[in-house]
């Protein structure tokens, strides 16, 4: 099989695909390694097929839906999975056949409910049930301790133990572990019996991973994270950077609105010289009245240079064609020290 683990921080991802056929899968997609997926594909000449995720993820931005939109090709998940936009859904024991490769789900809940192994040839993509030294928590929404048990010890540790194992994450730049070294070696897996199993794992008294809620939102509906929203109005609007609009500036063209989308407070403790003040919450509800001319050029900033760039989307999206932001926001604009009016 063509392989390909991709590594993303503590998020291990895979491209999968059937050397004959030249058909592929990706495995638990993360939202920043789209190109580098389709990159790899096209490296060896692949056709993605199925997009899977082993599970709603909690602690990272799946891309399953942007893969499948883009590619054209289904998202894969458990049936037990809540994510409208998958498109196929796998029961404990069913494959899916790509070219030679056959793929095939184990439902192993625990981590979460619509957690599966898949089994493809010498190897099994573990998603979060099974880590290397470790297992998926089982803390969070979804998440059962005594369903992990029955998972690892009465399904996922009963195959042949020369399996390799490619779970979803490792923190300790590992790729991967066999089942035999893990059921020998893993510490988590110790705990042999049901009730002392499901103590060890109701003490392990874990923080709550970074971005839970959005993470959850997002890969369980389907939704956009605010990073996609800042992608995507980013890729929309033109920039225009501190220096250059200093330059511009300097010359007091008639031509040029800069535009201070922040709250009233903000503006008034201090903005770019001569800038008009419209918050984006009202952008839409004074715009007629504010900025007639939909032909002048525009410059919107705010404090970070994120909520300009949404602004200033907003305004094509209105028909002021000319709407641009300001590459950096009124903190760094302070910092660099350009002149501040108050
Ligand atoms: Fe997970």
């Given at each position: 099989m063509l392989f390909e683990q991709v590594v993303t921080g503590g998020c291990l991802?895979?491209?999968?695909?059937?050397?004959?056929?030249?058909?592929?899968?990706?495995?638990?997609?993360?939202?920043?390694?789209?190109?580098?997926?389709?990159a790899l594909a096209t490296r060896y000449g692949l056709q993605i097929r199925f997009i899977i995720d082993t599970h709603?993820?909690?602690?990272?931005?799946?891309?399953?839906?942007?893969?499948?939109?883009?590619?054209?090709?289904?998202?894969?998940?458990?049936?037990?999975s809540p994510a409208p936009h998958a498109g196929r859904r796998l029961d404990d024991g069913e494959m899916l056949i790509v070219g030679n490769l056959r793929i095939q789900a184990l439902h192993t809940p625990g981590h979460t409910r619509d957690s599966m192994c898949l089994i493809v040839g010498d190897r099994v993509f573990t998603g979060d049930t099974l880590l290397i030294g470790g297992t998926g928590r089982t803390d969070l929404p979804t998440g059962d301790p005594d369903q992990l048990y029955d998972s690892l010890f009465g399904k996922?540790?009963?195959?042949?133990?020369?399996?390799?194992?490619?779970?979803?994450?490792?923190?300790?730049?590992?790729?991967?572990?066999?089942l035999g070294a893990e059921i020998?070696?893993?510490?988590?897996?110790?705990?042999?019996e049901r009730e002392a199993f499901i103590q060890m794992m109701r003490d392990l008294n874990l923080a709550?991973?970074?971005?839970?809620?959005?993470?959850?939102?997002?890969?369980?509906?389907?939704?956009?994270?605010?990073?996609?929203?800042?992608?995507?109005?980013?890729?929309?609007?033109?920039h225009i950077g501190l220096d250059e609009l200093s330059r511009r500036l300097a010359g007091r063209p008639n031509d040029l609105l800069v535009l201070d989308v922040r709250e009233e407070g903000a503006f008034k403790a201090g903005h770019i010289p001569g800038a008009h003040h419209l918050p984006r919450g009202q952008l839409e509800l004074r715009v007629n009245d504010e900025i007639p001319d939909p032909t002048l050029r525009i410059v919107t900033y705010c404090e970070f240079g994120k909520i300009s760039t949404l602004a200033a989307a907003t305004l094509r999206g209105l028909g002021f064609m000319r709407a641009t932001a300001l590459d950096g926001g009124m903190k760094t604009w302070r910092e660099s020290g350009y002149p501040v009016e108050t």
């Open positions: 991802s895979y491209l999968v695909g059937c050397p004959d056929t030249l058909g592929a899968v990706v495995i638990d997609p993360e939202i920043s390694q789209i190109d580098r997926y389709r709603t993820h909690a602690d990272h931005f799946s891309a399953a839906q942007q893969m499948s939109q883009l590619l054209g090709a289904p998202t894969v998940m458990h049936v037990a996922l540790l009963t195959l042949d133990p020369a399996l390799l194992v490619y779970p979803a994450h490792d923190y300790k730049g590992r790729s991967h572990s066999t020998a070696d893993n510490p988590r897996l110790q705990k042999r709550a991973p970074t971005h839970m809620t959005e993470a959850l939102r997002t890969n369980m509906t389907g939704g956009k994270t605010v990073g996609q929203l800042l992608a995507e109005a980013a890729a929309e609007v033109p």
